[in-house]
């Protein structure tokens, strides 16, 4: 099931992300300035990422399950509700760090707390759906119909990771380095 596996590895590259930010909130919290420009480089790419991987994603396979599992129907509206919550808090976030990087007044102490509650909500959000949307797909979908959705992903789903390096260098560096969750 390939399709799975691609699921799997954009998980697991998420949760890296979501690594480097958390080194970040830890730096923050310690009363260090962490590197702002970096996190809102990791903030644009995961932005950049929902907005054309995720999005599309969820709404095919809640498409494609609402006939095959009436019961997904709640999941579904569930993970969508969270991901539109994710999408405000980063929206937040990356209010905050341009009035950071232009100098502005902002509480770090507000920042620090409203990163942490983005680290867990996506974290939260990651975990549904590997353990909720995953088996349902596992379940539900026979090769044709994996194939189906992987044909219907958007044609760059691919080439992210490509896109990570050669774009935000710093971030990538800061993302091989961080722990796979799938190596442990």
Do not use: W
Request: proline residues 5%.
């Amino acid at each position: 099931m390939p399709m799975l596996t691609q699921l799997r590895q954009d998980h697991a590259n998420m949760a890296r992300l979501l690594h480097v930010l958390q080194l970040k909130y830890k730096t923050l919290a310690d009363g260090d300035r962490p590197n702002f420009r970096l996190i809102r480089e990791v903030v644009d790419y995961i932005l950049d990422y929902m907005n054309g991987f995720t999005v599309p994603l969820e709404r095919i396979c809640s498409d494609q399950l609402a006939g095959k599992a009436p019961e997904a129907e709640s999941l579904s509206e569930r993970l969508t509700q969270d991901y539109q919550h994710l999408h405000e808090q980063l929206m937040r976030l990356s209010q905050d760090i341009d009035m950071i990087l232009m100098d502005g007044v902002m509480p770090m102490d507000k920042f620090a707390e409203d990163l942490k509650s983005y680290l867990g909500s996506h974290r939260a959000y990651l975990r549904a759906e590997r353990e909720k949307l995953f088996p349902l797909i596992r379940e539900h979908f026979d090769e044709d119909d994996l194939k189906k959705l992987a044909s219907e992903m958007p044609e760059n789903a691919e080439s992210e990771l490509a896109r990570l390096q050669e774009a935000y260098p710093e971030l990538y560096t800061e993302f091989r380095d961080a722990p796979s969750p799938l190596s442990s």
